[in-house]
């Protein structure tokens, strides 16, 4: 029996992984957007003296979708912002014990407390469906806010993957929760 719940609960990982990693490679590619839009904006700036807030608006929306849509896609892959005193010399299961820690007493409550404290905040701006102050600039603020409950709900995805791998490690099932390679990170 608690060979099929874990079984089930790293297969059930695996998928959050992929669209984990099927998310954050998208977004990782409005970089390239952002360097592109940048130089226009600035072309048009000093070349042409053109104003062009809402390309400089994208690439605002371009720059917080990249960090907030990517997030999970670095604590999957292990690129993350480690205090790492203890971390690199543990094995396999001391490491899958501080990563499960780190999940339940410090990831998921920082979830949830961002969620609860969001909520009002993006729900208000698609009720009034705001826009943006700036005249010239772009009508959708609300989606933008929207941005907020992405990152919460991929690093809630992510959380519970890590938390299922962590226990298969921790209960022997499997070797390691970490990626293959640490050279592969982004």
């Known amino acids: ?5 874990t079984t089930a609960g790293l297969l059930l990982a695996c998928a959050i992984d992929r669209a984990t990693s099927l998310l954050g490679r998208a977004v990782s590619w409005l970089t390239l957007l952002m360097v592109l839009l940048t130089c226009a904006v600035v072309l048009l700036r000093y070349g042409f003296n053109i104003g062009a807030t809402a390309t400089q608006e994208v690439v605002l ?5 990249v960090f907030l849509g990517a997030a999970a896609w670095a604590l999957q892959r292990d690129a993350h912002v480690r205090v790492d005193i203890f971390y ?18 410090l990831l ?15 729900g208000m701006s698609w009720q009034r469906q705001e826009r943006s102050a700036d005249a010239g600039g772009l009508p959708w603020v609300y989606l933008h806010k929207s941005f907020i409950l ?8 992510q959380a519970l993957a890590q938390i299922l791998k962590t226990l298969a490690v921790l209960s022997g099932v499997q070797a390691s929760h970490l990626p293959g390679s640490h050279e592969e990170h982004l």
């Open 1 to 5: 029996m608690f060979q099929r719940l």
């Open 61 to 65: 929306y371009a720059h917080s979708l």
């Open 88 to 105: 690199r010399r543990l094995q396999h299961r001391g490491k899958a014990l501080i990563d499960l820690t780190g999940s339940l007493l």
């Open 108 to 122: 998921l409550p920082m979830c949830l407390f961002l969620a609860w404290n969001c909520w009002d905040y993006v």
């Open 150 to 157: 992405l990152l919460v709900a991929s690093l809630l995805l």
